[in-house]
């Protein structure tokens, strides 16, 4: 069975980095879009991207381009989400999901846990 | 962008009551919109998918129907377990979005 299995909370201080991970198990890694999704606390969803982890291709929401980066290791079936230059606005629950094809369209169906990251000096 | 307006907000059922949430879309998306479930300090669960399609597992009281730009999500019968989060998203056109979410409980 599909299972996203990502990494643990993070405290990071503004204006740092931080990269989280979401390993893959129970398909083909390379075969299926990775999605990533931020939710604030008591917000809604908001889509970030995904990558094609078969050749690296990647599509973003415009909102987070410069503050999000995509990136997939087929050797060891797990996809990255690095942000940059943190403020307390990207504190949320980060999520990666697997895509599922529906006519025509990918959409991101099968999630991981979810990644805390809290931004604070 | 497409707007996805969600309703109600939030919303207070009982035990076998029926109960519906609405997505309207500000464009047209046809039937790719999804209805995920998320329970508290839990990660969404695919529940309807391509607006009418019940997803595996998915208890057969929860429903999916459209008409034209609205989009709702029925439960036939509340249960208990179905207090949760409910969100939808459009997957037509880049940026995918969300709806902003309707909290269900239990009255």
């Known amino acids: 069975q599909v299972q996203l299995q990502q990494s643990g909370a993070e405290l990071v201080k503004p204006g740092s980095s931080v990269k989280i991970s979401c390993k893959a198990s129970?398909?083909?890694?390379?075969?299926?879009?990775m999605h990533w999704i931020k939710q604030q606390p008591g917000n809604g969803l908001e889509w970030i991207g995904w990558?094609?982890?078969?050749?690296?291709?990647?599509k973003y929401n415009q909102k987070f381009n410069g503050k999000a980066t995509l990136t997939a290791d087929k050797s060891s079936s797990t996809a990255y989400m690095q942000l940059s230059s943190l403020t307390s606005e990207d504190s949320a629950v980060y999520f990666c999901?697997?895509?599922?094809?529906?006519?025509?369209?990918?959409?991101?169906?099968?999630w991981g846990q979810g990644v805390m990251v809290t931004v604070s000096s | 962008d497409i707007q996805m307006t969600q309703s109600p907000s939030s919303l207070s059922a009982s035990l076998g009551d029926r109960v519906t949430i609405t997505c309207r879309a500000s464009?047209?998306?046809?039937?790719?919109l999804t209805w995920f479930q998320q329970k508290p300090g839990k990660s969404p669960r695919r529940m309807i998918y391509?607006?009418?399609n019940l997803a595996a597992g998915v208890p057969s009281r929860f429903s999916g129907s459209r008409s034209g730009s609205d989009y709702s999500l029925t439960i036939s019968s509340l249960e208990s377990e179905d207090v949760a989060d409910y969100h939808c998203?459009?997957?037509?056109?880049?940026?995918?979005?969300f709806g902003s979410g309707t909290k269900l409980e239990i009255k």
């Open positions: 999901a697997r895509a599922t094809y529906y006519d025509g369209t990918y959409y991101p169906s099968y």
């Open positions: 129970g398909y083909t890694f390379t075969s299926y879009d």
């Open positions: 990558i094609y982890p078969g050749n690296g291709n990647t």
């Open positions: 464009q047209d998306i046809g039937n790719y």
């Open positions: 391509g607006a009418t």
């Open positions: 998203l459009q997957s037509i056109q880049y940026p995918f979005t």
